[in-house]
């Protein structure tokens, strides 16, 4: 039985580990589709964590009365437009402005690594408030609530009932996207686009507002990876780089993937097991980095026989990385 | 002047009246507004952090000012900025040749931890061997293990198109944590760095009584050797054509694999320089944060630059010198040290966005539409 009740603690935390990674891939594999490879995904999702810290820490700080509905509410508001601010940086700079994504999305992400940490370190300071450090327990706790049969049901609770409802709405949020891809026609029309952007304009699709709606939907969605972070999985409290590379983490998933947002949730959970595996086996503390190495390297193979095998529906999008211009066909 | 043309006739055709708002491609911009473009574009973002940091700080703007100063040319700081320029330039250089054939390195990172993992290992082991030798080996292994890990994703590139940024970006992962494995077995204590006690041998020489002399000299001829051979050498010509064309490269005899691979090399060997020169010559100690995100900011440096080694310099000097001062101006205040990556983020995005004025014209239809009409009417 004990062995039994170690795999399910595992399993648990793999998704726990694993959502962030959800929110990021499923955002990253949106944005991807429009053509957009959006480096900037590490930076937004700090983006995301940090307005949304901003937004609870207001809150938590700055009213007396509490109620549960606005202590959700307002930080998952303030992420979002966080994310979304972020998300338009890079879209008008590589949509209108037509400027390379890589050096965008690079410079986003040390924008928003640096803006989540400068703040998240020095928030206290600015706002000469007289709390010790950042610590949202309220809201945390009005994000971690679960189900309240979730610990009467023994295991199978445990395992599937055990969790803040970010963790729900990052599979939904996976599997609309992956619905919305597949089967609609703005799907369509958006897959259209990441492949062959002059070919879609010719029929008659607006490219442009496209790639800004994959863009600052898909910044938006990975942005929530950040807030689940803190809010759930830290349990409120803020601490630099705690976050760590888990964002280019959420971009090897999309390769792992194969671009499918209902695949990158089996992904996202593997590499949050292989995350923290080393906590239930026997093998020593030195391999541990090794281990972390995994999901990399599996990633690579992945890209590697992705690329060898050449089955058009698992290629990335033709047009990734590259802008559009109607008078350069 | 044919394709303005062209451009204002098919607006015209797809809309009854001519859209607001046309653009078109320069063919050539001249050097002089590119120039002023530029300058619009830093001072516009130097206004832009100036009044964030005003905004946060509440201080006195000459005080901050004097405080960036001081942080970038102060009596204490200054060595360590030439040093950080020599590190950053150095790393951006050696992207430069693989960015010029559109090879998109992401890995820089990584290939500059490798170099230093493989000189790391030779200056902890290579006792038995007189100085002079263990010191070329230190050199020879870390160049050699970053050129391995460039060629890996180019020989994946070149023969079956692979991606190359997202490989390359995943090797830098793979190279972090290959050192986070070498911190604990090399050292049992479980600390997080390996530091001068452990890296004894073939350490290389500390030039002039100064700790950083030997990097700046290394990196200074690195930049010339660099500017010659991608502006006169038969490689350098070889990989602008890939760059531009890989078909014309074919169609002119160019074995574009082997282009492919040996730039690759170059680039890979050359970031295990850096890395060879931040053990073996700076601190004598390895950890993960060993490069400390330069391999990714040279790949801006680089790009701002537009590939050429000598504007690099001052690219470089840009972002040191506004990230050294915003880290002395958070430091004398107090405030968190990642103040100065939101300013570089802010200096990059309007030299980012200001290509797009120096590569492409912009028309407002205002006024003009009716002589357009006039004109049209004249054609048909």
Same mark, same amino acid.
């Given at each position: 039985m004990a062995i039994i009740e170690q795999i399910v603690e595992l399993l648990v935390r793999a998704v726990m580990q694993g959502t962030p990674l959800l929110f990021g891939s499923t955002g990253e594999i949106l944005t991807e589709k429009s053509g957009n490879l959006n480096l900037g995904i590490p930076g937004i999702m700090y983006i995301g964590a940090i307005s949304g810290v901003i937004g609870g820490f207001f809150y938590q700080n700055y009213t007396s009365s509490y109620n549960m509905i606005l202590a959700i509410i307002i930080p998952l508001l303030s992420s979002l437009a966080g994310s979304l601010l972020a998300s338009l940086i890079y879209g008008f700079l590589t949509i209108t402005l037509r400027a390379n994504q890589n050096v965008t999305g690079l410079a986003l992400t040390t924008f928003g690594v640096g803006l989540g940490n400068f703040f998240g370190g020095s928030l206290i300071k600015i706002t000469k408030s007289d709390t010790p450090f950042l610590a949202l327990s309220k809201? %945390?706790?009005?994000?971690?609530?679960?189900?309240?049969?979730? *610990?009467?049901?023994? $295991?199978? #609770?445990?395992?599937?009932? &055990?969790?803040?409802?970010?963790?729900?709405?990052? +599979?939904?949020?996976?599997?609309?996207? &992956?619905?919305?891809?597949?089967?609609?026609?703005? #799907?369509?029309?958006?897959?259209?686009?990441?492949? %062959?952007?002059?070919?879609?304009?010719?029929? #008659?699709? *607006?490219? *442009?507002?496209?790639?800004?709606?994959?863009?600052?939907?898909?910044?938006?969605?990975?942005?929530?990876?950040? @807030?689940?972070?803190?809010?759930?999985? %830290?349990?409120?409290?803020?601490?630099?780089?705690?976050?760590?590379?888990?964002?280019?983490?959420?971009?090897?998933?999309?390769?792992?993937?194969?671009?499918?947002? *209902?695949?990158?949730?089996?992904? &996202?959970?593997?590499?949050?097991?292989?995350?923290?595996?080393?906590?239930? +086996?026997?093998?020593?503390?030195?391999?541990?980095?090794?281990?972390?190495? @995994?999901?990399?390297?599996?990633?690579?193979? +992945? $890209?590697?026989i992705v690329s060898m095998r050449k089955k058009r529906e698992n290629l990335p999008p033709a047009s990734l990385g590259t802008n559009y211009f109607r008078e350069e066909r | 002047m044919n394709k303005e043309i062209a451009a204002s006739e098919k607006a015209n055709a797809h809309s009854k009246s001519a859209p607001f708002i046309t653009i078109t491609k320069r063919d050539a911009s001249s050097l002089k507004r590119n120039i002023v473009v530029r300058i619009i574009a830093i001072a516009a973002a130097l206004v832009v952090s100036a009044l964030l940091t005003l905004f946060i700080t509440g201080e006195n703007p000459i005080k901050l000012f004097s405080t960036v100063i001081e942080g970038a040319f102060g009596q204490f700081r200054i060595w360590g900025t030439a040093q950080s320029v020599a590190m950053l330039l150095g790393i951006a250089l050696a992207l430069t040749p693989a960015f010029k054939m559109k090879f998109w390195n992401t890995g820089g990172e990584g290939q500059v931890l490798i170099g230093a993992l493989a000189s790391a290992l030779v200056m902890m082991t290579a006792g038995g061997l007189p100085h002079w030798l263990a010191s070329i080996l230190v050199i020879l292994a870390g160049v050699l293990a970053g050129a391995i890990w460039g060629i890996i994703p180019a020989i994946f590139k070149a023969y079956w198109k692979t991606n190359e940024t997202l490989f390359t970006l995943m090797m830098n992962y793979v190279a972090i944590q290959l050192i986070k494995y070498f911190l604990k077995v090399a050292d049992g204590s479980g600390s997080s760095t390996v530091g001068p006690s452990l890296l004894l041998y073939g350490r290389l020489p500390v030039l002039f009584n100064q700790q950083y002399m030997l990097n700046i000299i290394v990196v200074a001829a690195m930049?010339?050797?660099?500017?010659?051979?991608?502006?006169?050498?038969?490689?350098?010509?070889?990989?602008?054509?890939?760059?531009?064309?890989? !078909?014309?490269?074919?169609? =002119?005899?160019?074995?574009?694999?082997?282009?492919?691979?040996?730039?690759?090399?170059?680039?890979?060997?050359?970031?295990?320089?850096?890395?060879?020169?931040?053990?073996?010559?700076?601190?004598?100690?390895?950890?993960?944060?060993?490069?400390?995100? !330069?391999?990714?900011?040279?790949?801006?440096?680089?790009?701002?630059?537009?590939?050429?080694? =000598?504007?690099?310099?001052?690219?470089?000097?840009?972002?040191?010198?506004?990230?050294?001062?915003?880290? !002395?101006?958070?430091?004398?205040l107090g405030l968190n040290k990642s103040f100065s990556d939101i300013l570089t983020g802010i200096i990059l995005f309007f030299i980012i966005g200001c290509e797009f004025f120096i590569n492409y014209q912009i028309h407002f239809n205002i006024g003009k539409k009716r002589k357009e009409e006039a004109e049209d009417n004249g054609n048909n």
């Open positions: 809201i %945390s706790a009005a994000y971690r609530t679960t189900l309240p049969f979730a *610990n009467k049901l023994g $295991l199978f #609770g445990q395992l599937f009932f &055990s969790y803040g409802f970010m963790v729900y709405l990052a +599979v939904v949020i996976a599997l609309i996207v &992956s619905f919305v891809l597949k089967r609609t026609r703005v #799907g369509l029309q958006l897959r259209a686009v990441g492949e %062959s952007p002059a070919t879609a304009d010719a029929a #008659g699709v *607006n490219v *442009n507002k496209y790639k800004y709606f994959a863009t600052c939907i898909g910044g938006m969605i990975a942005g929530l990876g950040g @807030l689940y972070y803190i809010l759930d999985y %830290s349990k409120g409290i803020w601490a630099n780089d705690a976050f760590g590379d888990r964002g280019w983490l959420a971009i090897a998933i999309v390769i792992f993937a194969i671009w499918r947002p *209902n695949v990158s949730i089996l992904g &996202s959970y593997l590499f949050g097991g292989l995350y923290i595996l080393f906590n239930y +086996v026997s093998v020593s503390m030195n391999l541990l980095p090794l281990m972390q190495m @995994l999901p990399y390297v599996v990633t690579i193979i +992945v $890209l590697v | 930049t010339i050797m660099m500017y010659i051979y991608l502006k006169i050498s038969k490689h350098g010509y070889e990989i602008s054509v890939v760059g531009e064309s890989e !078909n014309t490269a074919k169609y =002119i005899g160019i074995n574009v694999k082997k282009v492919v691979i040996r730039t690759m090399a170059l680039s890979g060997a050359l970031c295990g320089l850096i890395g060879v020169l931040l053990v073996g010559a700076t601190s004598y100690s390895i950890d993960p944060n060993l490069a400390g995100g !330069n391999g990714f900011t040279a790949i801006m440096v680089s790009w701002l630059a537009k590939f050429n080694p =000598i504007i690099m310099i001052f690219t470089t000097l840009l972002i040191v010198v506004l990230s050294r001062g915003a880290e !002395n101006v958070s430091m004398t």
